[in-house]
């Protein structure tokens, strides 16, 4: 029996699991490497989630192929705004910045959820994840479905003005806590630094990364929450 298969069978009566093989490699999340730099948080949960596609051209064994993808969909997202003369930051370049680091196997589908409760559901569904302390950060992290990035303004002790976080599970009630994999903890938040690399990114100076219960988290709502929260998916086309 391979170990997917042992973990599905110990967690049938937490319903975690799916059918679906182990989403996420064990290096991504046992001791991932944060955002390369401080700009790329959106290329970095697209490199993350488009490595939980089974088949993905943008494969993601270990750390470091994972930022390299995040590089190659950071290159395109920056060429393809400049060409089309819009922000960068703007949600309708990601699934074509995708597009173009995958060679057109991969897209993102994006959708704005009206309500945290729905939101909570739809993540919940997506990610086949809805006891997150129950089965605990790294059986969470394994076992995901579907990795959903979302926007947020904080995330445990961290706050930003906008900041694209990996969601891999949600506890479905108000207040209900979120299996995260947060690519920009601030340095003093987490464990710290132990060594220096020659291949150090300069995004390893500011943040540090790691999959986390987090029961304080606030959702950022797009054009005052108009459209709502979002849910961005990467699959194949």
């Known amino acids: 029996m391979n170990k ?8 049938l009566a937490m319903g975690v699991c799916s059918t679906a093989h ?15 730099y401080s700009d790329s948080c959106q290329s970095y949960g697209m490199a993350l989630a488009a490595a939980s596609v089974p088949g993905s051209p943008l494969k993601a064994a270990n750390v470091k192929e994972l ?16 060409k089309e003369g819009v922000d960068r930051l703007s949600h309708l370049v990601w699934p074509k ?8 196997i991969l897209t993102a ?7 945290e409760a729905e939101w909570r559901a739809e993540v919940q569904k997506l990610t086949g994840v809805s006891s997150p302390s129950t089965v605990g950060p790294t059986l969470g992290a394994l076992l995901v479905k579907n990795v959903v990035l979302t926007s947020v303004t904080a995330i445990g002790k961290n706050t930003y003005p906008s900041h694209i976080i990996g969601v891999l599970g949600v506890e479905n009630k108000a207040n209900g806590e979120v299996l995260v994999l947060n690519p920009a903890i601030k340095v003093g938040n987490g464990p710290e630094k132990l060594s220096c690399e020659i291949d150090d990114m300069p995004g390893d100076t500011k ?8 029961s304080q988290y606030l959702l950022k709502p797009f054009n ?13 086309k």
């Open 97 to 104: 910045a995708l597009e173009a680091a995958s060679a057109g």
């Open 109 to 115: 589908d994006i959708k704005y959820i009206k309500t």
């Open 4 to 11: 997917v298969h042992f973990l599905c069978l110990t967690s």
């Open 207 to 214: 943040y540090k990364s790691y999959v986390s219960i987090e």
């Open 22 to 36: 182990s989403a996420l490699p064990a290096d991504l999340t046992v001791r991932p490497l944060p955002q390369s």
């Open 67 to 82: 930022r390299e993808n995040e590089k190659a969909i950071l290159k395109e997202r920056d060429a393809i705004a400049k």
């Open 224 to 236: 005052n929450a108009t459209e709502g929260f979002l849910v961005m998916t990467v699959r194949k």
